[in-house]
């Protein structure tokens, strides 16, 4: 059972979606449990069931109780809201995914934690449960019907243009509006910026384009795979993340790639061609972003790409391990006085 409470699909939330339906096509009963209403229940395969819970009053109480009559051996929170209410589960396994970072008061009463990068793991406070670090995949979409024309075309502009594009919820941490006035100030004539998503500084980023018809906020988009093959550049802005499914995804894509150095970021590009620059500095991300577009402009468009290393980030092998993290959890509840390895669980489980 996988809890997630969230309106709109991100990264969290697409992660969770990912996981469930992969455990599903695996022959495993999977659930998961978030807001009524919620866009995540139209984003599941079919054999997934959604339980939505119409308002937050006694939303623990609720999920324990749901876990109990489902008779849930796992129950998976992504997110802090989620993570605090898997907590009060008593008689599953409880998990939780340190899609942003550990926070005491949202993950230390669970019985596992997954970190989604090496810096959460080695940072993490003594804990009873267990804590592995698994790290993301860019996730399988749903095919949709998309319009065939490509991006620059959908959007009236010249086939010499640069598109540099960022890609996340509208919200403070991401740093948009820093790259706002990082694109106004020092990006050159012929770039436009696209802003793809939606959430609360939608009004406030217009403001900060100032009419400047170079910025384009697109808003929610389904077609992320034609988008980002239609983009020079991915940037990043963001003040934190732990592991960005859309860095990964413009990864897996090709795209060249500029992020501030958060946590996540510095761990997926070490040894790779996308280039880090310091978290919240509007100067060095403008000068970058000129550098990278100079850069690009030389090179005809069949060669802006860049190659990556992402064998790490496969996500059949991640599925995979998350189950064996699931099995290790469950039996370290049940004998908690062992300290268990791999071999050990895997004869156990399969007793």
Same mark, same amino acid.
């Given at each position: 059972m996988h809890v997630v409470f969230s309106s709109r699909v991100a990264g969290g939330e697409r992660h969770c979606i990912d996981l469930a339906n992969a455990q599903a096509a695996? !022959? +495993?009963?999977? %659930?998961? =449990?978030?807001?009524? !209403?919620?866009? =995540?229940?139209?984003?599941l395969a079919p054999g997934v069931r959604f339980h939505g819970l119409a308002g937050p009053l006694l939303r623990g109480w609720r999920v324990a109780r749901l876990a109990r009559r489902l008779g849930a051996t796992v129950c998976h929170g992504h997110l802090g809201p989620a993570c605090r209410a898997v907590a009060q589960v008593d008689q599953a396994?409880?998990?939780?995914?340190? %899609?942003?970072?550990?926070?005491? +008061?949202q993950h230390a009463a669970l019985d596992g934690l997954v970190c989604v990068n090496r810096a959460q793991h080695e940072g993490l406070p003594a804990l009873d449960g267990l804590a592995t670090v698994i790290h993301n995949w860019a996730p399988e979409r749903q095919a949709r019907?998309?319009?065939?024309? &490509? /991006? $620059?075309?959908?959007?009236? *502009? !010249?086939?010499? $243009? @640069?598109?540099?594009?960022?890609?996340? $919820? *509208? +919200?403070?941490?991401k740093g948009m509006d820093l790259l706002v006035r990082a694109f /106004?100030?020092?990006?050159?004539? &012929?770039?436009?910026? @696209? @802003? =793809?998503g939606e959430g609360p500084e939608a009004a406030r980023l217009q403001r900060l384009a100032g009419g400047d018809a170079r910025v384009r906020l697109l808003g929610f988009r389904h077609d992320m795979d034609r988008v980002l093959a239609g983009l020079d550049l991915v940037v990043s802005a963001s003040h934190e993340e732990a592991f960005p499914l859309v860095l990964l995804e413009a990864m897996r894509a090709g795209r060249a790639v500029l992020s501030t150095a958060t946590q996540g970021p510095r761990e997926m590009l070490a040894g790779q061609p996308g280039r880090l620059v310091p978290v919240g500095d509007v100067a060095a991300l403008g000068t970058a972003l000129a550098e990278e577009l100079t850069r690009l402009r030389a090179l005809p468009p069949g060669a802006r790409g860049a190659s990556y290393q992402t064998a790490a980030y496969d996500r059949g092998h991640a599925v995979a391990r998350t189950l064996t993290f699931y099995r290790d959890v469950l039996l370290h509840r049940t004998r908690p006085q062992l300290a268990l390895d791999e071999d050990e669980v895997l004869a156990g489980w399969q007793a």
């Open positions: 695996l !022959g +495993h009963q999977v %659930h998961v =449990v978030g807001k009524a !209403g919620s866009a =995540v229940a139209r984003e396994a409880r998990i939780g995914t340190l %899609h942003v970072g550990f926070k005491a +008061h019907p998309t319009p065939a024309a &490509d /991006l $620059r075309a959908e959007l009236g *502009l !010249g086939a010499n $243009r @640069l598109l540099v594009g960022c890609i996340g $919820r *509208l +919200h403070p941490t /106004l100030q020092y990006a050159p004539a &012929d770039a436009v910026l @696209l @802003l =793809v």
